[in-house]
């Protein structure tokens, strides 16, 4: 290849755009209960998953709690805080439940009221297969944007909690709070390293 086309070529290779090492693709919640790992799924729910990032990077879910409980079925958050004053994000998202992903158990996906595009900023961990939230030909559904890569069992620890009304909701609340203590961001990188961290740990105790 010719000098002068071999450095046009590399000038356009750096004029795009590259993944970052701190690209953040992971949120690690540390909740009361221990740790959640959640992989969000940019390229299938670019606008949730975007949305989410960038309400964790601001500290919008730390100090808030699992506000929804119900067993075999989900563990909601990112609405309220121990008081039930509820948070709220202004921005809501256009519905991209229709990106192919399933409701199953382990998936993450936005909570939303009856307007399909009403999602904003709380979310839900599916603790069984949920396909009846999933989009039909009739209906929109409840988007899918990421999954659970560690921590499940956290999940269904806090699915496990008595439950009962509070404030002005009627039911589903934990009687004793679950708070994230933080929602931390997580590239990729960082996530893989934490997950090795992790497994070390569970040898050694082994």
């Known amino acids: 290849m010719p000098v002068k086309l071999l450095l046009i070529v590399i000038g ?9 090492v701190a690209f953040n693709d992971h949120l690690l919640l540390d909740t009361d209960r221990g740790e959640i790992l959640i992989q969000l799924n940019f390229a299938r729910a670019p606008l949730t998953a975007e949305n989410v990032m960038s309400l964790a990077e601001a500290g919008h879910y730390d100090g808030l709690i699992f506000h929804r409980v119900i067993e075999d079925f989900v563990i909601q958050t990112g609405g309220y805080d121990p008081d039930m004053e509820e948070r709220r994000s202004e921005e809501q998202i256009p519905n991209e439940s229709g990106n192919g992903l399933s409701n199953e158990r382990g998936t993450v996906a936005l909570a939303r009221g ?12 599916n603790l069984s297969d949920n396909s009846r939230l999933d989009p039909r030909s009739t209906r929109w559904g409840y988007a899918v944007f990421g999954r659970v890569r560690a921590g499940m069992s956290v999940a269904d620890e806090i699915a496990g909690l008595p439950t009962g009304g509070r404030a002005h909701l009627s039911s589903d609340v934990p009687e004793e709070d679950v708070r994230i203590r933080r929602a931390r961001p997580m590239s990729y990188e960082e996530a893989e390293a934490w997950l090795q961290d992790r497994n070390n740990a569970s040898d050694e105790e082994d």
């Not at 356009?12 to 970052?20: F, G, I, K, S, V």
């Not at 009856?114 to 961990?125: E, L, N, R």
């Open 12 to 20: 356009l290779a750096l004029l795009l755009p590259t993944r970052a």
């Open 114 to 125: 009856s307007d399909p595009h009403s999602g904003s900023a709380q979310f839900y961990i």
